[in-house]
């Protein structure tokens, strides 16, 4: 078992950035590959980006490519997700996600462990 928690969510304005870090317990994920998604108010929770366990190899939503970073630390058993020019769009609970399969899933069903969520709001 793992467990995730998020923190760095807030209230920032368009053009704006934010670190969000997921720091895990339980059990290592230095071979697991991470992802971000993020759900707004009513719409489907959604793929934001995603890494392999050495972070060589990462996946970007086209809508946050170029703008969004994510990264890790294996030591420290974290991975973050830096989010710069920000977007009203992007306000969502932007969720950290877990998996040890082989590839680094882009949907939800991809991964088996999750955290509970950051608030992300990004005012006009």
């Known amino acids: 078992q793992v467990q995730l928690v998020e923190s760095g969510g807030g209230v920032v304005q368009a053009g704006g950035a934010l670190r969000l870090s997921c720091a895990a317990s339980?059990?290592?994920?230095?071979?697991?590959?991470m992802g971000w998604f993020r759900e707004a108010p009513g719409k489907e929770r959604e793929f934001v980006a995603g890494?392999?366990?050495?972070?060589?190899?990462?996946y970007y939503a086209d809508s946050v490519r170029g703008r969004f970073t994510i990264s890790r630390d294996n030591a420290q058993n974290t991975v973050s997700l830096q989010m710069n020019s920000l977007e009203p769009e992007d306000t969502a609970v932007y969720y950290c996600?877990?998996?040890?399969?082989?590839?680094?899933?882009?949907?939800?069903?991809?991964?088996?462990?999750w955290g509970q969520g950051t608030q992300v709001t990004v005012s006009s």
């Open positions: 996600a877990a998996t040890w399969k082989s590839y680094i899933p882009t949907t939800r069903i991809g991964y088996a462990y």
């Open positions: 339980g059990r290592t994920v230095s071979r697991s590959r």
């Open positions: 890494s392999n366990w050495t972070g060589v190899t990462t």
